[in-house]
C-alpha cells in the first residue's frame, strides 16, 4: 500500500526511514523539501503538496508543529481533503488538540474517508528505532486496518476510543512528562551545587525508585552539553498549553503541570532557546 507521510521533521524523518524499512512505499511531503532530503535519499519520493500525496497515497499520515500547521495541512487550497480519494484513511500523528481532532474527523467522513489520531511518544530516540508509543483515537475501523504500519514504527499501540482520545491520552502523557523534567532539571542543579559526581549520581539514581525515562535518555546528553532537540522545546510548551486548556474545560487545577508551563515559557520566551531541546531547561537555571 502506498503511504503518504507528510512532515519531516526530526521524528517524521525517523518514522519515514522505518517505513521504508519495512518495504512500505511512501511518497512524503513538507514545507521545506531540504528537510526531506534523507527520505529522498533512503526511497522515499516527493509530491509539491499534501493535495498530490492525498492524490496518490490511500493512508495518509501527518506529523507536523502546531494545531493552526495541521489544519492548513488538512483544509487548505492545497490541502489534503482537496485531493483525498473515498475509502481512505487519514492518520494525524501531531500532538494537537482533541478538538481539532473531532473537527478532522467529521470532515474525514463528509469524504467518505476514516480517520485517526495518532500522537506519539518516545522522542526521536523512539521515531529512529521504531519504539514509539502509539496512543490512538478515531475510527476503530480505520484502527484495525492502520495497525500493522503502526507496529512497523512502535512497540506499542493502543486504541483509546472515538475522535480525540489519543490526543487526550497524550496530554496526560506530556503532563507526567512535565513533572520528570522539572524533576531531573533540579536533581542535576542541586547535584551539582552539592559538589557530587553528576555520572555517578545519574547511575545510582538510574538504580533506584527515582529511575524514569527522561533521565535516562535527557541527563547523558546534559553532561555531553548536548541540547539538540529529541523533542523541541517549543513544541512542548505548545503540548502543557493544550493540556491546561483541557483542564480547564474539565474543570481540573493541575498546579505542577502550571509551573512547568512557566519554566518553558521562560525557557522558549524569555531565553529565546525554543529551539533547543526540552532538556535545554537547565540552560534556564544556569543563567538565573
Known sequence: MQIGFIGTGVM???????LLKAGQSVVVYNRTKAHAQKVLDAGATWADTPQVVAQQAP????????PSDVEAVYTGENGIFA??????????????????????????HDHDVQALDAPVSGGDVGAQNATLTVMVGGDRAAYDRVLP??????????????????????MANQIMIAGTMTG??????????????????LTTLSSGGADNWSMDNYVPRILKGDYTPGFFAKHFLKDLRIALQEADRMHLDLPATKQAKLLYEAMV?????GNDGTQGLIKTYEQD
Do not use: C
Not at 493512508?59 to 502546531?66: I, P
Not at 504500519?149 to 497524550?170: C, D, E, L, P
Open 12 to 18: 517524521g524523518t525517523g518514522i519515514v526511514l522505518n
Open 59 to 66: 493512508l495518509v499520515m501527518t506529523m507536523v508543529g502546531y
Open 83 to 108: 485531493g483525498i480519494q473515498a475509502g481512505s484513511i487519514v492518520v494525524d500523528m501531531t500532538t494537537s488538540t482533541p478538538a481539532l481532532a473531532v473537527k478532522l474527523t467529521a470532515l474525514a
Open 149 to 170: 504500519v503502526f507496529q512497523q514504527i512502535g512497540q506499542r499501540v493502543n486504541y483509546f476510543g472515538t475522535a480525540g482520545k489519543g490526543q487526550h491520552t497524550k
Open 184 to 201: 531531573l532539571t533540579e536533581m542535576l542543579v542541586y547535584a551539582k551545587a552539592a559538589d557530587l559526581d553528576l555520572p555517578q549520581v
Open 269 to 273: 520566551d524569555d531565553f529565546g532557546l
